[in-house]
């Protein structure tokens, strides 16, 4: 009658030890446990959380690139742009052909007020991806900033024929002919 006790208490102990010893070392988890909870809290809205994990994933393996790639979306949300841009930059400077965080980081910098910078990256991203939309209506974007109304009503009527459906309230909206 003792033992059945015994075996249960046993168990319970060890699944509370366990439960203890997860808990201790979630911030000392592997990168790839650290970036599956960034992403969960991304995906709930917790962007802040979501930076402090891809922040502990970039920790754990420096070349984690899309630890910094969605760190970076977060930090654009949390209107945090200039660290957005740096690590942006890490991941460009070691997949120089990212289009993907070309177009975020020339993103990045127009939301920091920086249109010559933008259009640079954006400019690499239709190098890269020709019929990019979100970078031709960014493009539009970055030189509307800088004053240049036919370059922007330009760069929007690329991305409209490329079938952004957006375009064409922007181009409206923007007096372009």
């Known amino acids: 009658m003792q033992r059945p006790l015994l075996l249960f208490v046993a ?14 070392n979630r911030a000392t988890s592997k990168p790839a446990d650290a970036y599956a909870q960034g992403e969960q809290a991304y995906r709930r809205g ?10 502990e994933a970039i920790k754990a393996d420096p070349g984690h690139l899309n630890a910094f790639l969605h760190r970076a979306f977060c930090l654009n949300i949390l209107k945090r742009y200039e660290e957005a841009i740096t690590d942006l930059t ?11 965080a070309y177009t975020t980081r020339g993103s ?5 007020g920086r249109p010559d910078l933008a259009l640079a990256d954006l400019e690499k991203v239709t190098s890269l991806e ?7 209506n ?27 459906g ?12």
């Open 11 to 24: 168990m319970m102990l060890g699944v509370a030890l366990q439960a203890q010893y997860l808990a201790e």
């Open 46 to 55: 917790d962007h802040e959380e979501a930076v402090r994990l891809f922040t």
């Open 90 to 100: 890490v991941v460009i400077g070691r997949e120089p052909a990212h289009a993907l």
């Open 108 to 112: 990045s910098y127009l939301k920091a």
């Open 130 to 136: 020709p019929r990019n939309e979100e970078a031709w």
């Open 138 to 164: 960014n493009i539009g974007w970055a030189h509307k900033s800088t004053g240049d109304m036919a370059a922007a009503c330009k760069a929007w009527r690329t991305s409209q024929r490329m079938g952004n």
């Open 166 to 177: 957006e375009a064409k309230i922007i181009l409206n909206n923007n007096r372009c002919k």
